[in-house]
């Protein structure tokens, strides 16, 4: 039985905890748990905290359903506002950690364990369903949960009154969303094959790197540079008698696709539809938020992409479009080679066999596939 835990939720906490305490750099949190036989759900720590946006949290299930004889023990890592846009937790992995339980009476250690897991998106938690034998706790039926971190930027009188969350209120949200296409405001109109978009270049500028070189003219260079194929031709009217300082035609993405994009530049907020005829899919915003530099809109999308994964979808995504960037392109390349014994049954992959023509890179993508299966 594997290790890795999926995500726990927070707030389901026992009341009875200890302070948190520094010592020599080192952060060690404990947490008291009562009547542990008569547990019958999971126990959850309070958030930890190891800077003022690092958050943690431990759970412990006594009595494993799938094997009584042992106690469960977690590490969750709980995402900051960032961290939930983003795959990977750089910050993360500059921590060392053990997690213990403890004998209240003697204070003596029953059983510590490090952590050896880079905590992500994907893989918040880790832990052990057979962390220790139940036989193992004291016969007081009290135990100490507890973890301890190799450093934490928090001193000892540290305080930290809130969870990591959104930080744009909702009404700000609301207000900013009302301006995106509005005609009223806007100094810019795109024009994506016949549909009219309205915006402010200022906010545009401000958000997205592309756009701002587009208006001030150095659009062509930063192009050049990143060796985009797709081009928008630009038209400036400043100075001029006209109610758009720019006229922009965009011929590549749909305006439904154009327009989710304004309006997270607007609001930082995105809806993803899995209807294609909404034009909003997570692949069609990957697709836009690439070409347009925006790094966490494409990240979102990204990880939109992983979360909607399965064996029915994944080669129809890998051999359709995710090819076209690498990074999205291993990352489904090595779920398809991971699943390939259920993937080859499926009706998209059937259907990909059956038309390779209608896949630009079906005989390099192929000849990936039946390389790592066989290394496997």
């Not at 004889?69 to 590490?75: A, E, G, I, P, Q």
């Not at 939930?84 to 339980?101: F, M």
């Not at 928090?154 to 744009?168: D, E």
């Not at 051999?319 to 291993?330: R, V």
Request: include cysteine; glycine fraction near 4%; aromatic fraction near 12%.
């Amino acid at each position: 039985m594997s290790d890795i835990k999926p995500p726990t939720g927070i707030g389901r906490y026992s009341s009875n905890v200890s302070d948190i305490t520094v010592l020599a750099g080192k952060c060690a949190s404990e947490y008291l748990i009562r009547q542990v036989s008569k547990l019958s759900a999971a126990v959850y720590s309070p958030p930890i905290a190891t800077t003022p946006d690092t958050f943690w949290e431990l759970e412990f299930i006594a009595s494993f359903e799938h094997d009584p004889d042992y106690c469960c023990f977690f590490l969750t890592a709980i995402p900051n506002d960032q961290e939930s846009r983003s795959l990977i937790w750089p910050k993360r992995k500059t921590y060392k950690a053990y997690i213990y339980l403890k004998d209240p009476d003697t204070n003596e250690i029953i059983e510590k364990k490090p952590i050896e897991h880079e905590f992500n998106l994907k893989e918040p938690s880790w832990g052990h369903f057979t962390f220790c034998p139940m036989s193992s706790l004291p016969s007081s039926d009290q135990v100490i949960i507890g973890v301890e971190f190799d450093h934490s930027e928090l001193s000892s009188n540290s305080r930290h009154n809130a969870l990591p969350g959104p930080s744009i209120p909702n009404d700000l949200i609301e207000a900013w969303g009302e301006q995106v296409d509005n005609p009223a405001t806007a100094d810019v109109r795109f024009n994506l094959s016949g549909h009219f978009v309205y915006a402010n270049s200022a906010i545009l500028s401000q958000r997205c790197r592309y756009l701002k070189y587009m208006f001030e003219g150095e659009w062509a260079s930063e192009k050049n540079q990143n060796k985009r194929e797709s081009v928008d031709s630009v038209r400036s009217f400043q100075g001029r008698s006209s109610k758009y300082k720019y006229l922009v035609d965009i011929n590549d993405f749909h305006h439904l696709t154009f327009l989710e994009m304004l309006r997270f530049l607007y609001t930082d907020q995105v809806q993803f539809e899995e209807d294609p005829d909404l034009h909003c899919t997570p692949i069609e915003v990957y697709a836009i938020a690439d070409k347009y530099f925006i790094y966490e809109l494409r990240n979102r999308a990204k990880i939109e992409i992983w979360d909607n994964l399965d064996v029915d979808n994944c080669a129809m995504i890998l051999f359709g479009t995710a090819a076209q960037w690498k990074d999205l392109k291993d990352d489904i390349l090595d779920y398809v080679v991971a699943n390939f014994s259920k993937v080859k049954d499926t009706k998209g992959f059937k259907e990909i066999l059956c038309n390779p023509e209608d896949y630009p890179m079906f005989g390099e993508l192929w000849v990936e596939i039946m390389s790592l299966t066989k290394s496997k």
